[in-house]
């Protein structure tokens, strides 16, 4: 009746919903990890919980990660003399910032002034990755041509830019 309590008041405790079944595996992982501890005086690796209880590596890190509390994304992480340093500063997308942003919307515009042709080449040659070669072969134009256009429509998306 006491273990049902306690898992009862660790899955229903909690900031996030997570399933029955991803509880009980943590519960299992950390009784596991206790055992492990108390007989080898040192801490388990996952895959020696996970060999433990017979389960996948993952499972043991989602079972374990999904029994942490959410960290707000304004917590301090490092104070020194005023200048306080947040979760957020530390969680970076290098992908998606306000400079790619604003360069996918000018290279958007760039490339709509292209003509019909020459936004098919460069699709071909820089999406598809495919040669110069291969682009005159199946347009029906010379190599030379498809160069000079991929050349003038590169030129002009740069000075458009």
Not at 63 to 86: F, K, N, Q
Request: proline letters at 2%.
């Amino acid at each position: 009746m006491i273990v049902g309590e306690i898992r009862r008041y660790l899955r229903d405790n909690s900031t996030m919903r997570v399933s029955r079944a991803m509880r009980d595996t943590a519960y299992k992982v950390l009784q596991a990890k206790e055992a492990y501890m108390a007989q080898h005086q040192k801490e388990p690796t996952v895959d020696e919980i996970a060999k433990m209880l017979d389960l996948k590596r993952e499972d043991v890190v989602f079972a374990l990660d999904a029994i942490l509390e959410p960290v707000s994304l304004y917590e301090p992480v490092y104070s020194d003399s005023g200048d306080t340093i947040c979760v957020m500063d530390q969680v970076k997308d290098n992908k998606n910032n306000d400079e790619m942003w604003v360069e996918r919307i000018a290279l958007k515009e760039a490339v709509g002034h292209l003509t019909q042709r020459e936004r098919k080449i460069l699709s071909m040659r820089f999406f598809q990755g495919k040669t110069q070669m291969e682009v005159s072969a199946e347009i029906g134009i010379s190599q030379a041509q498809v160069s000079r256009l991929e050349k003038n429509a590169l030129r002009q998306i740069r000075k458009e830019m």
